[in-house]
Each structure stands twice: as C-alpha cells, then as structure tokens.
C-alpha cells in the first residue's frame, strides 16, 4: 500500500544569502521522486560546519545550474524512504535510511521531505538512532575517502589533527577497524575526553604545541589526516617521515604542507553505493559512537547555525519530525 504523501511540507529556507536572519520557515511543495530517486520523510538533518558558508552564498559556485530560491539547505539528514523511483532497486518504501544531498538541486533536508539520487543514501546502520545517523553520510564518507587515500596498512600510525570534529571523531573509529594506531589531536579537554573514550592511542589537544610535537617525536606517525590546521599543526606535519603521506579534504586552511619527500594529497569526499557500504560494514563491526552534542528544532535553524561555528565537539543536528 502506497504511503500517503502531502503536497506541501514546512521547511526552513532562504530567499537570498546573507546572515543567520534570512533563514524562515516556509511552507513548500514536497519534492517529487525522479526514476532513480528516492523521496525521504526526514526525521533529522546534520548541521554542517560548512552551513554558514553556504548560506552567505560562498559555495553558491558549487550548486548545479546555480542556487534558486527558495532554497532549502541540509547536506545530509535520515529518515524513512516513502516513495522510490521506477528505476530504484535498492530501497523499498519503509526503509530507515540516512542520505546525502549537498548542493541537491531538489532542496536539502532542513525539510520535512527530501528527494535524493538513491545512489547516495544507505539504509541505517543496526543500533544508531536518527539523529546519529543524520549526522554521518557528509563526514562518514569524507572520513573513509581519506584514510583510503592514505591506503594505510595493519599496525601503522595515523595522526588525525581535528579528531574531536565530526569527520576526525569518525575516521579515528574507521581506524581503529582498519587495525591502525591514532594519535589523536583534540579541540579542547571535552575534545581530548572523547577522543580517548572512544580509544585512541595517543590523545593531546592540538592548541598545546608542546604536547603534540612530543606525542609525535615518541610516535612516529605514519601518515597524517588532516581537518583542521593551524601553525602548531604545520610545525607537527614536518615531523612525518619521508614517503609518509598527508591528506587533507579540499576547505582545509591553511592548506596543509609536509617536509621533502611527504606526499600531500587534496581530495573531496565523494559518495557512492560502494562508498556507503563499506562505511556501513565497518561501523557495524562492532560498537560505534557518533557524537551528537546538541539536537535543536527545525525553528532554530539559525541558532544552530550560530552554535556550528563556535567550540563543540561531535555533530549538531536538526530534529525535523
């Protein structure tokens, strides 16, 4: 029996760029399903560090065809598939899915409905709640697209400097499931706490300059993933060894750089049905924590725009229905 669907659904949206202030509840048509699509009831949506950025028009360059408005943000999100694409093998209606839909010429999920190319969506994975799993597909597949790029092997070293973000927290677990040893550079002491809770070898806060130049003198890294950067950070890079190999997602500045003979590699996390079970396999290996720390409703999109910008750990998120 097909699921019922309204024509119109609340959304937070913007009718131009500028400051936390133009973004308003609207109300909007839903979506329709394309053939390869599928149409989501959102039931949260992550809260990007990248956010503020868009809505001030600074990544307008990277929407297809150019932003039209009204325009709905929210590069990632989850809920329950009620519609699919005649096209569409992978999902059936009903699933519990988590998607992601940056620069979706569709809208994104500060919405009660999102429709997105179901080669970017992944059914949740056991155990994890919505909110968490709103909050994974954006830094879950741009923390797994790194550490491929740094094609690390059992029992090497990893630096991840930014560990307490959202994409660091993830990829210091998806370590740790590749067999690898991380040297965890936090933000802050609830930073250093998580990052130790959920395991890491080595765990310093990353504005301690002599912490982390000696975490790395004792511990050789291997290789170096690299989120966030400042001098401390670029003074730490140019303790890697040579053939070590730095990446770094492309937004990171100062743009990293290592000494002669260390490989710096710049790429995008880019999603794909491959891509997000892979992520899934190795987060249902066994316990895995996503670090929500604050949920705000739909209504307070801007606060929590507000909030993304200032010193958190984790993920903020949106709840939705």
């Known amino acids: 029996m097909a699921m019922s669907i309204p024509e119109t659904m609340k959304a ?36 990007g560090v990248w956010d503020p950025w868009e809505r001030q028009g600074e990544m307008a360059s990277m929407i297809e065809g150019g932003p039209r408005f009204p325009y709905v943000q929210g590069a990632d999100g989850a809920g329950e598939v009620v519609a699919v694409g005649r096209n569409v093998t992978r999902f059936s209606e009903g699933d519990r899915v988590y998607a992601y839909g940056f620069a979706n010429p569709k809208g994104g999920f500060y919405a009660e409905y999102a429709a997105v190319p179901a080669r970017n969506a992944a059914r949740i994975p056991q155990g994890m709640s919505v909110e968490e799993a709103a909050v994974l597909a954006v830094d879950g597949v741009t923390a797994l697209c790194g550490l491929d790029k740094l094609d690390l092997q059992p029992g090497q070293r990893l630096l991840i400097i930014g560990a ?31 990052v130790r809770g959920l395991g890491a070898e080595i765990a310093v806060n990353g504005r301690d300059r002599e912490a982390l130049l000696d ?29 070590a190999r730095i990446a770094h997602p492309n937004g990171v500045e100062p743009v990293p750089t290592g000494p002669e003979g260390v490989e710096v590699i710049a790429y995008d996390g880019t999603p794909d049905e491959e891509t997000f079970d892979r992520l899934n396999e190795l987060i249902e290996a066994g316990p895995f924590h996503v670090a929500v720390s604050q949920v705000f409703p739909l209504e307070e999109a801007a606060t929590a725009q507000e909030q993304v910008q200032k010193h958190h750990v984790g993920k903020l998120a949106l709840r939705i229905h």
């Open 12 to 47: 937070m949206a913007i009718e131009r760029f500028g400051g936390p202030d133009v973004l308003e509840v609207e109300t909007l048509s839903v979506p329709e399903c394309g053939d390869d699509e599928i149409l989501i009831r959102v039931d949260a949506a992550g809260v």
């Open 164 to 194: 307490s973000g959202g994409i660091g927290h993830i990829a210091l677990q998806l370590a740790h499931r590749m067999g690898v040893e991380v040297i965890a550079a936090a933000s802050g002491e609830d930073g250093v706490n998580l």
């Open 215 to 243: 975490a790395c003198r004792q511990y050789t890294p291997d290789a170096a993933l690299v989120l966030a950067c400042d001098d401390i950070c670029q003074e730490a890079l140019k303790m890697l060894p040579t053939g």
